[in-house]
């Protein structure tokens, strides 16, 4: 079966960095395209960014432009989220997740998710 399991995540102080990680298995990695997604309390689930399968454009949220960056690693079936200059307004549960072929940032056209993995911002 499929999974997908993040890791990395924790307790940083705001301006401070982190790396998450999502590796996969049970799947054929490069045929899908990833995404991360994050959801804070009371919030509903919002969209961060997204890496097609090899080469293409990369999306991001507005809201992390400039300060988060995406990756993969085909041979290692991994996918990284680079989160630097970070704000207590990026506490959330963040998700992985993967698309079949197609880079989308619309989470419900995700096939498979990771349980997530928390990441709290402290002033």
């Known amino acids: 079966q499929v999974q997908l399991v993040e890791s990395g995540g924790g307790l940083v102080q705001a301006g401070g960095s982190l790396r998450l990680s999502c590796a996969a298995s049970?799947?054929?990695?490069?045929?899908?395209?990833m995404g991360w997604f994050r959801q804070a309390p009371g919030k509903e689930r919002e969209f961060v960014a997204a890496?097609?399968?090899?080469?293409?454009?990369?999306y991001y949220a507005d809201s992390v432009k400039g300060r988060f960056t995406i990756s993969r690693d085909n041979a290692k079936n991994t996918v990284y989220l680079s989160m630097n200059s970070l704000k207590v307004e990026d506490t959330a549960v963040y998700y992985c997740?993967?698309?079949?072929?197609?880079?989308?940032?619309?989470?419900?056209?995700?096939?498979?998710w990771g349980q997530g993995t928390q990441v709290t911002v402290s002033s």
């Open positions: 049970g799947l054929t990695f490069s045929n899908y395209a």
């Open positions: 890496i097609p399968r090899s080469v293409g454009k990369i």
């Open positions: 997740a993967a698309r079949y072929l197609v880079v989308t940032t619309t989470g419900l056209e995700y096939n498979y």
